[in-house]
């Protein structure tokens, strides 16, 4: 048999019209948001700091035109990936509404988790979120915002957050959103695993827990803050 | 027991079905679930009515020919039982049972619960064998297989081609058959040198039919009446990815 | 007729060697300009359909189910017999040729035996080669079992499913061989007539199942392997739908059929519970090795079997058979528990059934290696029976398993109709009056893999075999009878469903000509018989149309053919006055109640040729040499 050389394009373009291949993307994909995700985390609960201005510097850093190309190469990526979540997502999505075009009379879920059934709309809601969310907080479209104005950009993040959840609407739209994230990361996380080959009997009820412990990490560190300025708990 | 069915009836691949009432005023416990259905198709031949066309052959589990959905649940309620080794003790005086044939699009519906399942031989001769040829076989004990691959080979093996973990997965995919095949064969050394181009020619194949794919819900897992798990999935994902990385197995293609 | 077995001649060992030698070849460019119809796509169908496409030949494959994975060999649990002495404990060739000649009651031809002993070897090798995942010790190499009527450990195993890996690797290769175009697989269809022109099988007509289109196929040869008729019975083991029609219309066409009456009943059966029962499940053999058998020990015994202490148990086997013990052949088995039942020491609510005790074996070797050995199988007997066998003994009682009668073929496997080959269960050729466990499977992978492949080229070789079309009469004249079968079911309009005939005819069948016979019971069969297949024609009930899938038709049309079938079987049972294996005469026993076989008078096969429906068919005898083995009464003491 004569080697075949095939193009580096297309063989990832054959690799990506495989579903298989179309869920390593979302997996791989998934993982840098997720680092993200709990990125992000940490970097909210420096509102909690004694010093009330470290959120504030710590916005400030990312901000510093020193950083602009990190801070723009880093949004890329997370843009890229979320786009070629979201793409991945919606073709399977399709494809596999059309691999059953007459539904059951009667349908049960047997073990699949509520988290599992509902990656499908759990995915859209997070996503309407986030691009509320970039609106509210770094675009400030939403609700005013203020900046310190040391330099060109520097939000005042402390004030915006704090203002922004004393409105219960928006706050409440973040904790619903947090708990579907939270859902869509628990299957997520254990799910890319799976996805990408890594299954074993000893190993995969520990990813599962992991998967869980994080997605509710993630949820109760993002809710609080909401939760503890309605309760008045954080104040400017 | 007195059982209320509502049975699919389709009088062919093209006509419009529906669902019938149908009630069996004299079940046994002891009876399978396809005894049960026997019973009323030879009250429907009394009536003059045409029985219910379903597929069955073995009634003991293994031959993979019968199926349906119970309730909303591929073979019924019990867990890793075909529906002829179901038995009608797990039911309840008085029960109503909704009786569908499997439903995905590459097993389209032949008559009432009859489907076509030659989407899953197609799927075997794409690359679901290990290409040995009569007669050129070395002794049996020229390759040693350590006990626990073999256990797990078996386990995979295991599977009858029923049908039933495409009809419960939410995207019609076939993943769990066919991991299960990729799991049996390339477990062992003698399907391990194929086992590039036959995932790739196998899942290939698989898109043709126009299956569904996984999202890693583990419905198939649920209902198969094997106990396949979905770790043969991860290992036909594991294959897969690795023959792309790598470029072999392409051949195929 | 003069029956020619072609069996070779000279010593034993190197018979196959020496025949496989002296047959024409076909040259593998030839081989492609040749077509071979194989119906059937069990363990021999199957194999023999990749096997004959892999040499080169264009193979048309048929099967009524809609897989060729679905063939009943799927079924078979227990295990497959090989001759591979990998413990020596002085397991050989000979001594497998040896067991299958005597398990067999002396009524199998030495010739045939001693290749499939020998051919036994290869097959192992193959299977393993194919990725079968027989059950290995923690060294890696082969484990192995035993089986009755052997002393030594020779049987291969894939937990309780032998006969379902077996036949996924034979269905794998074919696959392969569907995938290069090699062979046409015709799933859903029905074989229901054979074509013969010019006195050679070329054809055969089928209908499709799904569409009701009748067709007519034509090829150089026709092979049959459409497996056993056990069927007739109703309640056997077989599946819903193994039928014995492709078979027997082959017989309607002037091939010969032998020994119908041999038929097996297999002593371990879940017993039956109802008159809605639709078929009845094996529990393997294999749960022998550690199972014990036993009967209160008196009448009518009532207790559960827990309270009935040891003093009081019959472990009738073990008594009667020490040798052997709980792993007696099945045919001695059956009968024993027969025996028992009669006496009216039976056990469960009809008193037709036997314990199969584990308690011991879980006290000596703990419940974990019970588990690990018949898992499936007490799992399956928990699923139907609703009970536990870890915590009580199961019940079994014997049913119809296996048919060793079938089409006779000489030693290439042709039958009486030159083209025409049987393969597997469906020919008579290796288990005499009974046969061995997991020697099934043994004999369906030998013909399918290793026999027909090399016997079919010296037919081909040395056969003018002119051009055929389907303008010929034969096919015109074999395609109006399967469609006047099909209108005269179908126009019937009587009253009675199929399965209620069939039923009928199980009864009589399981009655008079089932575990014993005698000759008043089998002429008052042979007269219920003939005047229920007459009723049946005229008031069967069979609705719907020819024209798409009917599966009522589809029984209809098996079950007429079962009605003369079993008509043959009757008339076979009270021809051959003796007792032997399966085929047990009531008058002709020893004193010890063991079968009594006259070698004088019936040391041969007996070859039934048809002379037209309700007419006595003609008896042919191929007479038995034993040269190697000499005919004794077989004992298991």
């Known amino acids: 048999m004569s080697t075949v050389v095939v193009h580096p394009i297309h063989r990832a373009v054959r690799f990506y019209e495989a579903p298989i291949g179309k869920k390593a993307v979302m997996a791989a994909t998934g993982v840098i948001l997720v680092g993200y995700v709990f990125a992000h985390l940490l970097g909210n609960l420096q509102i909690y700091s004694s010093d009330a201005q470290q959120i504030n510097r710590y916005a400030a850093f990312l901000h510093n035109p020193a950083n602009a190309v990190a801070l723009w190469a880093a949004r890329s990526a997370l843009l890229a990936a979320v786009v070629l ?26 073990p699949a988790s509520y988290a599992a059934r509902t990656m499908v709309w759990s995915g859209p809601i997070v996503a309407a979120f986030i691009v509320f969310h970039i609106m509210h907080l770094t675009m400030g479209s939403v609700l005013p915002v203020r900046d310190i104005g040391l330099n060109p950009n520097t939000p005042d993040v402390r004030w915006n957050v704090i203002a922004g959840f004393q409105n219960p609407a928006v706050a409440g739209f ?63 | 027991m007195r059982i209320t069915l509502h049975i699919w009836r389709q009088e062919n691949a093209a006509a419009k079905g529906r669902m019938v009432r149908y009630e069996v005023p004299n079940v046994n416990e002891h009876m399978s679930f396809l005894e049960m259905l026997d019973v009323l198709n030879e009250e429907l031949i009394a009536k003059g009515e045409e029985p219910v066309a379903f597929d069955h052959d073995c009634r003991e589990g293994i031959c993979g020919m019968c199926g349906a959905m119970v309730n909303g649940v591929a073979h019924g309620p019990l867990a890793a039982t075909t529906l002829c080794q179901l038995h009608m003790r797990h039911f309840k005086d008085g029960d109503t049972l909704y009786i569908e044939p499997w439903r995905a699009r590459a097993f389209p519906v032949v008559k009432d619960l009859v489907v076509d399942r030659s989407a899953f031989d197609r799927l075997i001769a794409a690359g679901g064998f290990i290409g040995v040829s009569t007669g050129s076989a070395p002794d049996g004990n020229a390759v040693l297989v350590p006990k626990e691959k073999a256990d797990l080979a078996m386990d995979a093996a295991a599977c009858i081609g029923c049908g039933a973990c495409v009809a419960m997965c939410p995207n019609a995919s076939a993943s769990l058959f066919m991991g299960a095949k990729i799991a049996h064969l390339g477990l062992l050394p003698q399907g391990d040198a194929e086992r590039d181009q036959r995932v790739v020619a196998m899942v290939a194949q698989a898109n043709a039919e126009l299956f569904g794919s996984c999202t890693n819900m583990a419905e198939c897992e649920a209902v198969c009446p094997k106990g396949i798990k979905i770790e043969v999935i991860a290992r036909m994902n594991r294959d897969f990815l690795g023959a792309k990385w790598s470029g072999r197995g392409t051949a195929k293609e | ?36 119809i194989m119906v059937g796509t069990g363990l021999a169908g199957g194999s023999a359909a990749a096997t004959l496409a892999e040499l080169g030949y264009n193979v048309k494959c048929f099967c009524f189910q809609d897989s060729p994975r679905r063939a009943h060999s799927i079924a078979a649990q227990g295990g497959i017999n090989a001759a591979k002495n990998y413990h020596n404990d002085g397991d050989s060739v000979y001594r497998l040729f040896y067991d299958t000649v005597k398990g067999g009651d002396f009524r199998a031809r030495e010739s045939n035996v001693y290749r499939l002993a020998q051919i036994s070897l290869n097959i192992i090798d193959q299977c393993v080669a194919q990725g079968v995942p027989f059950a290995r010790e923690y060294s890696g190499y082969l484990d192995n079992r035993s089986f009755g009527g052997a002393q030594v450990s020779r049987t291969f195993y894939a937990r309780g499913q032998t006969g379902q890996q077996l036949l996924l690797g034979a269905y794998q290769a074919l696959e392969r061989q569907i995938g290069t175009g090699q062979v046409a697989m015709f799933p859903r269809t029905e074989m229901l007539d054979l074509i013969v022109i010019d006195g050679r099988a070329r054809g055969i007509v089928t209908r499709n199942l799904i569409t009701g289109e009748v067709a007519s196929h034509l090829a150089d040869t026709v092979v049959l392997g459409t497996g056993g008729y056990g069927n007739v019975y109703y309640l056997s083991t077989n599946a819903k739908g193994s039928n014995a029609t492709a078979i027997w219309r082959a017989y309607k066409r002037g091939a010969l059929f032998a020994n119908p009456c041999f038929t097996q009943i297999h002593p371990t059966c879940i017993p039956v519970s109802g008159e809605y029962q639709s078929k009845l499940t094996l529990m393997s053999e294999s749960l022998r090795n550690d199972g014990r058998v036993w009967v209160p020990l008196k009448k009518g015994d009532t207790r559960p079997p827990s309270q009935i202490p040891e003093a009081e148990r019959d472990y009738y086997l073990e008594r009667r058979y020490p040798s052997f013990g709980n792993l007696v052949p099945r045919d001695v088995a059956s009968r024993n528990s027969k025996v028992v039942c009669d006496e009216g020491r039976g056990v469960g609510e009809t008193g037709l059934a036997v314990y199969l005790d584990f308690r011991d074996a879980i006290q000596r070797l703990g419940r974990h290696v019970i588990e690990e050995r018949y898992g499936n199988l007490f799992e399956m007997y928990e699923r139907i029976t609703g009970e536990d066998p870890y915590q009580g003994p199961m019940r079994i009682y014997p049913a119809i398993h296996y048919t060793m009668g079938g089409l006779w073929v000489d030693y290439n496997l042709m039958t009486t109709i030159p083209g025409l080959y049987a393969i597997g269960e469906a020919n008579f050729s ?58 005269r079911l179908l126009e019937a309009k009587g009253t009675r469903s199929v399965d209620s005939f069939h039923r009928e005819l199980g009864k009589l069948m399981w009655e008079h000509c089932g575990m014993s016979r005698t000759a008043e019971g089998l002429k008052l069969a042979l007269g219920s018989i003939g005047e229920l297949r007459e009723q049946y024609w005229r008031e069967v009930k069979v609705l719907g149309t020819d024209e798409g899938l009917n599966q009522s038709l589809e029984k209809a049309g098996r079950v007429a053919d079962f009605f003369e079938l079993a008509e043959l079987m009757c008339l076979d049972a009270l021809e051959r006055n003796e007792s032997c294996g399966g085929h047990f005469r009531e008058e002709y026993q020893t004193p010890e109640g063991e079968a009594a076989r006259d070698d004088e008078h019936f040391s041969y096969a007996a070859a039934w040729g048809f002379r037209g429906v309700g007419n006595a068919p003609e008896l042919h005898k191929e007479d038995l040499t034993f040269e190697y083995v000499h005919p004794t009464q077989r004992s298991y003491k």
Request: aromatic share 8%; charged share 15%; glycine share 6%.
């Open chain 1, 85 to 110: 979540h979201i793409v991945a997502a919606t073709q399977l999505w399709l494809q596999n509404r059309a691999a059953r075009p007459q539904g059951y009379v009667k349908k049960k879920d047997v």
């Open chain 1, 174 to 236: 973040y904790i619903f959103a947090m708990i579907l994230l939270c859902m869509h990361l628990y299957h997520g996380i254990w799910s890319l695993f799976q996805s990408l080959g890594v299954n074993h009997p000893r190993y995969t009820p520990w990813i599962q827990k992991a998967s869980a412990a994080l997605a509710i990490l993630v949820a109760v560190g993002n809710c609080s803050i909401p939760i503890a300025v309605l309760s008045g708990l954080l104040t400017y």
């Open chain 3, 1 to 36: 007729m003069q029956l020619d077995s072609k069996c070779p001649q000279g010593p034993i060992e190197t018979r196959w060697d020496r025949h496989q030698f002296s047959l024409k070849l076909v040259n593998p460019a030839n081989k492609r300009k040749h077509t071979i």
């Open chain 3, 430 to 487: 290796d288990h005499g009056a009974n046969r061995l466990g997991a020697s099934a499977l043994m004999q369906g992978l030998a013909d399918g893999y290793f026999v027909l492949p090399n016997t079919i080229n010296d037919y081909i070789a040395s056969t003018k075999l002119e051009k055929v079309d389907g303008s010929h009469g034969a096919v015109a004249e074999a395609e109006a009878s399967v469609q006047a079968t099909t209108r």
